[in-house]
């Protein structure tokens, strides 16, 4: 708009300076070839005005038409636009005819001939000198009004409001006063004087009437309304350039800006409908891709983000070199992820980057924007090709450093680590002034901690902090020195450094952030409840940061799935799978450790259904779908659902051969096929175990199992070639301690009590054995008297590795115990509860021998010692004895036909736990028993389906028809 209007004051000044018709010549062919030339001049074909001109000069240069040829001539050059050589001309016009009156026009021409070729410095200094000389003459108007245009687009409003302002004041009636008017009205514009510059537009309005600017002074006093958000105000002022101007170069823009001020006014469908008016008005300027774009935003704004592609597409297809191409990229890229389609936005990146037409800054703008959306969709391999390609061909554009940045970056991102530090030495040595050298710096410590090297890590995380103190990156950095302090299990100095973080940064963001990492240290320092303080603290005081409450929702769920509160994890691993139907970082793993929760918890129905939907979704990650088919597989296991289990693990197996649960799943098969009787089966898992790694340690589980089948079974040669197998896998000195024991047990089987018994004892005669192996080697020779029926030999054995291993408290308590257990057995009663009764106060065994005790009063009719003996033992609830005892007490009170109390406790038992499959079993059959005792019909029910269900075959289930 601004070079029309100086276009307008050329031609005018060209008119002006134009001869009149009077004028006669010395010479004939002098005057002709001038008028002729004149001509030429007046309908702009310059290049034959030139060629008379120039032989005028030649052939008669001190005529009466010298000084007018030598001007002329040079004025052809400035129209041309060859303001050097024009300038050339104006010289020699100087030179020549130093007393011509051409010689001041010449001056200020020579002045704008600077201006045209960009040497504004020259161009201020010329025209300066012009009204220096010339302060009379009227060019001096236009001489200021091209220096206040200089100093207007080099931002130095205040000064050529001072040289619009002078050259209004000293040339009131010159014909550049409506041009000064308006430009002195948009320097006041551009320094933020909206009022002062709306008084110059609505003084050039109403005082040049005739102007032919009037419509750029009504668009500029619309843009000044527009800049103090009055919107209505400016609306009205655009309305009037489009009703009383429709064919001005402002009208276009002035439309664009009305939808604009209505999208501003909250009337969006309006603004659309104005910017679709534009596109069939305006269609070839230079608003229009604005406007494009402007109506893509506010289509993907109301949700329309179909109606947003046509524009965009416009843009990005026919406007290549625009400005609007990156943001249209940009948009483009978000309305297909939105839709799900990020791999059509990249697509037609990959596309229009193989186009020859898109080069430059777009092409450099595209490969940006395609760069950012593979990183953003974590394609890293693929953003590192792109953004190598930004570095190679733009390395040395002024954005170089960025490129090389942006590339290692991606390269960290893809764990190439070593080829991200080569690209960021690569930034250091070629661009040593850039900004980005600190972010290079921010980066290679989070590469250098990415490869362990804590120590490393840690300095450059320290001279970041100390060089770019005042750095966006910087809190990053401290907080990287406290991870770097927690990785290398210094948790109590990384909380400290967490904490200096809380007292130095208070930005939500950033507390929440440390917060968080404060939270993973508590809990390794073991400081679970000011852990879970933490992250409460968390979501309590940072409801708006969805990622760190979200986050502090998954390690508060952790928590307490780590310290076996099954229920209350899986209620906050799924408080934290609602919080955000959107994408949710860990999902996955939420969803699978909410399924093991109802593992965990005996729920296997539910846990079943779980880990049969994330085992089936192929979108979930690999790992996930792993660990969730092999408990699938282990939850139909505990559901007795054999044959689906087997079938689990074998297409586990197939599915994931290289899993490192392969080796588990073939173990278990082992074991379920025998379980079916199926040694076929049994043999071919473990052959396949065998062929895949013979030294796994789930080998010799498969081994013991085909050892306890075959004993089980009286296969007894069968079993000790699976003995035989395991003694060669298992060769350290407490190992083959063990299988002495195990070949202990497959003799005395065998009824050969004294090779069993001299094998044992020899395992009791081992000065190197540990305690728990010599405690089961003490059990063992106790099994051997009980299958002789030789509890008194088994009490007098006991009362002499007593007094052998009376050096160790653990092993003298346990013996000493087994002397009061065979005692009873034996019959002496009351030597056995003399024995039993100096256990009492100890904390690994007092409760086993309140057991024994109980269990020795229950025999004797004692119902009321027993019932004491039972109720001290469910005192403390964790103790492995409680179910047991409770299940005691019921069968008591059942005894005694106390029904509802007896309900009560098998009641407590059945809902207690499920893993002791007798007592569960039995606590299921005696409560029902019970409810249907007191006629409680829907109780009774309840608990026959859950026998039913849980032991189909149970002998119980015909009592309770």
């Known amino acids: 708009m601004q070079s029309s209007i100086r276009a307008f004051f050329c031609c005018l000044l060209l008119a002006a300076s134009l001869p009149g018709q009077g004028v006669f010549a010395d010479s004939f062919d002098s005057e002709q070839s001038f008028r002729t030339a004149m001509v030429a001049f007046k309908e702009k074909s310059f290049y034959s005005a030139r060629l008379l001109l120039q032989e005028i000069i030649l052939k008669d240069p001190k005529g009466e038409y010298g000084d007018d040829a030598q001007y002329y001539l040079a004025m052809t050059y400035y129209y041309e636009s060859d303001y050097k050589t024009a300038q050339f001309e104006f010289?020699?016009?100087?030179?020549?005819?130093?007393?011509?009156?051409?010689?001041?026009?010449?001056?200020?021409?020579?002045?704008?001939?600077?201006?045209?070729?960009?040497?504004?410095?020259?161009?201020?200094?010329?025209?300066?000198?012009?009204?220096?000389?010339?302060?009379?003459?009227?060019?001096?108007?236009?001489?200021?009004?091209?220096?206040?245009?200089?100093?207007?687009?080099?931002?130095?409003?205040?000064?050529?409001?001072?040289?619009?302002?002078?050259?209004?004041?000293?040339?009131?009636?010159?014909?550049?006063?409506?041009?000064?008017?308006?430009?002195?009205?948009?320097?006041?514009?551009?320094?933020?004087?909206?009022?002062?510059?709306?008084?110059?537009?609505?003084?050039?309005?109403?005082?040049?009437?005739?102007?032919?600017?009037?419509?750029?002074?009504?668009?500029?006093?619309g843009k000044s309304f527009y800049a103090e958000e009055k919107f209505g105000d400016a609306l009205r002022e655009f309305s009037a350039v489009l009703k009383d101007y429709p064919a001005a170069e402002e009208a276009a823009e002035a439309l664009y800006l009305s939808a604009l001020c209505q999208y501003k006014q909250k009337k969006a469908a309006e603004a659309v409908s104005t910017l679709e008016d534009l596109f069939g008005r305006y269609p070839k300027h230079a608003i229009y891709p604005f406007a494009r774009y402007r109506h893509a935003q506010l289509k993907a704004e109301a949700g329309d983000d179909g109606a947003a592609l046509p524009s965009l597409l416009e843009i990005i297809n026919q406007h290549q070199t625009h400005e609007t191409f990156a943001p249209a990229l940009g948009l483009l890229a978000e309305i297909r992820r939105r839709q799900g389609k990020t791999d059509e936005a990249i697509l037609t990146f990959e596309a229009l980057g193989s186009e020859k037409s898109v080069s430059g800054k777009s092409r450099k703008e595209l490969l940006r924007r395609h760069g950012d959306l593979l990183y953003q969709s974590h394609r890293?391999?693929?953003?590192?090709?792109?953004?190598?390609?930004?570095?190679?061909?733009?390395?040395?554009?002024?954005?170089?450093?960025?490129?090389?940045?942006?590339?290692?970056?991606?390269?960290?991102?893809?764990?190439?680590?070593?080829?991200?530090?080569?690209?960021?030495?690569?930034?250091?040595?070629?661009?040593?002034?850039?900004?980005?050298?600190?972010?290079?710096?921010?980066?290679?410590?989070?590469?250098?901690?990415?490869?362990?090297?804590?120590?490393?890590?840690?300095?450059?995380?320290?001279?970041f902090v100390k060089r770019h103190g005042d750095h966006a990156r910087v809190f990053d950095a401290e907080l990287g020195i406290g991870w770097v302090y927690f990785e290398l299990k210094q948790y109590a100095r990384a909380a400290d450094t967490f904490r200096r973080l809380l007292k130095k940064y208070k930005k939500p963001a950033e507390e929440a952030r440390a917060q968080l990492a404060l939270g993973a240290c508590l809990y390794n320092l073991r400081d679970l409840e000011g852990a879970r303080t933490t992250y409460q603290n968390i979501i309590k005081s940072f409801p708006a940061l969805t990622e760190h409450t979200s986050e502090a929702y998954y390690q508060l769920a952790w928590l307490e799935f780590r310290k076996n509160n099954f229920e209350?994890?899986?209620?906050?691993?799924?408080?934290?799978?609602?919080?955000?139907?959107?994408?949710?970082?860990?999902?996955?793993?939420?969803?699978?450790?909410?399924?093991?929760?109802?593992?965990?918890?005996?729920?296997?129905?539910?846990?079943?259904?779980?880990?049969?939907?994330?085992?089936?979704?192929?979108?979930?990650?690999?790992?996930?779908?792993?660990?969730?088919?092999?408990?699938?597989?282990?939850?139909?296991?505990?559901?007795?659902?054999?044959?689906?289990?087997?079938?689990?693990?074998?297409?586990?197996?197939?599915?994931?051969?290289?899993?490192?649960?392969?080796?588990?799943?073939?173990?278990?098969?082992?074991?379920?096929?025998?379980?079916?009787?199926?040694?076929?089966?049994?043999?071919?898992?473990?052959?396949?175990?065998?062929?895949?790694?013979?030294?796994?340690?789930?080998?010799?589980?498969?081994?013991?199992?085909?050892?306890?089948?075959?004993?089980?079974?009286?296969?007894?040669?069968?079993?000790?070639?699976?003995?035989?197998?395991?003694?060669?896998?298992?060769?350290?000195?407490?190992?083959?301690?063990?299988?002495?024991?195990a070949r202990a047990e497959l003799l005395a089987d065998e009824k050969k009590y004294a090779e069993a018994t001299a094998i044992v004892q020899s395992v009791l005669g081992d000065e190197d054995a540990p305690e728990p192996l010599l405690l089961r080697a003490a059990n063992q020779l106790f099994e051997i008297h009980e299958l002789q029926g030789e509890f008194s030999a088994a009490a007098q054995t006991a009362a002499k590795l007593a007094k052998k291993f009376e050096g160790s408290d653990t092993l003298f308590a346990e013996l000493t115990f087994f002397e009061g257990k065979y005692q009873l057995l034996a019959g002496d009663t009351l030597a056995g509860r003399e024995t039993l009764s100096g256990l009492l106060k100890s904390r690994s065994l007092g409760q086993r021998a309140r057991y024994l005790l109980a269990e020795s009063h229950q025999k004797d009719g004692d119902s009321a010692r027993a019932l004491d003996f039972y109720r001290q033992i469910t005192q403390k609830p964790n103790e492995a004895l409680y179910l047991k005892a409770r299940l005691n007490i019921g069968e008591l009170l059942y005894a005694k036909q106390e029904f509802e109390p007896a309900a009560r406790e098998f009641s407590r038992v059945a809902f207690s736990d499920s893993r002791d499959e007798v007592v569960y079993e039995r606590a299921l059959y005696r409560a029902a028993q019970s409810f249907r005792a007191i006629k409680k019909t829907a109780e009774f029910e309840s608990f026959r389906k859950k026998l039913s269900e849980a032991f189909p075959q149970s002998r119980y289930l015909k009592e309770l028809e």
């Open 91 to 221: 010289k020699a016009l100087q030179r020549d005819f130093p007393e011509s009156p051409f010689v001041v026009r010449a001056a200020f021409w020579n002045g704008e001939a600077w201006f045209y070729r960009k040497q504004y410095r020259e161009a201020i200094e010329s025209h300066s000198a012009f009204v220096r000389k010339n302060r009379e003459n009227i060019l001096s108007a236009s001489a200021l009004y091209t220096i206040g245009y200089i100093y207007n687009e080099q931002r130095r409003y205040d000064e050529a409001i001072i040289e619009f302002t002078r050259a209004l004041k000293n040339y009131p009636e010159s014909t550049a006063a409506p041009a000064l008017t308006l430009q002195l009205g948009i320097a006041h514009f551009n320094s933020g004087g909206y009022a002062a510059a709306r008084r110059q537009f609505e003084t050039l309005l109403v005082k040049y009437t005739a102007a032919d600017n009037l419509a750029a002074a009504r668009f500029w006093l």
């Open 380 to 463: 890293y391999a693929d953003a590192s090709l792109v953004y190598g390609k930004l570095a190679e061909e733009f390395s040395a554009d002024q954005e170089g450093a960025t490129h090389y940045l942006l590339l290692a970056r991606s390269l960290y991102r893809e764990g190439r680590f070593d080829d991200a530090l080569t690209r960021l030495t690569l930034l250091d040595k070629k661009f040593e002034d850039s900004e980005a050298r600190a972010e290079a710096l921010f980066l290679r410590a989070e590469i250098t901690y990415s490869l362990g090297k804590f120590t490393e890590a840690l300095q450059q995380y320290a001279r």
């Open 568 to 741: 209350g994890a899986e209620k906050t691993f799924r408080q934290y799978l609602e919080r955000d139907k959107g994408d949710i970082p860990r999902a996955a793993e939420a969803m699978y450790f909410a399924a093991l929760c109802r593992y965990q918890l005996g729920d296997y129905a539910a846990a079943e259904a779980q880990f049969t939907e994330l085992y089936a979704d192929a979108t979930k990650p690999a790992w996930i779908r792993e660990r969730s088919a092999q408990d699938l597989a282990r939850t139909r296991q505990a559901r007795k659902d054999f044959t689906s289990a087997a079938a689990t693990y074998r297409q586990f197996i197939a599915d994931f051969p290289e899993s490192q649960g392969v080796d588990e799943a073939l173990y278990h098969l082992t074991e379920l096929a025998f379980k079916a009787d199926a040694v076929g089966d049994a043999e071919a898992a473990t052959s396949a175990l065998r062929s895949r790694n013979k030294n796994s340690p789930w080998m010799a589980e498969s081994l013991r199992e085909h050892m306890v089948y075959h004993r089980r079974k009286q296969n007894f040669r069968q079993a000790a070639a699976a003995l035989k197998e395991l003694e060669a896998l298992q060769t350290k000195p407490n190992q083959k301690l063990e299988l002495l024991l």
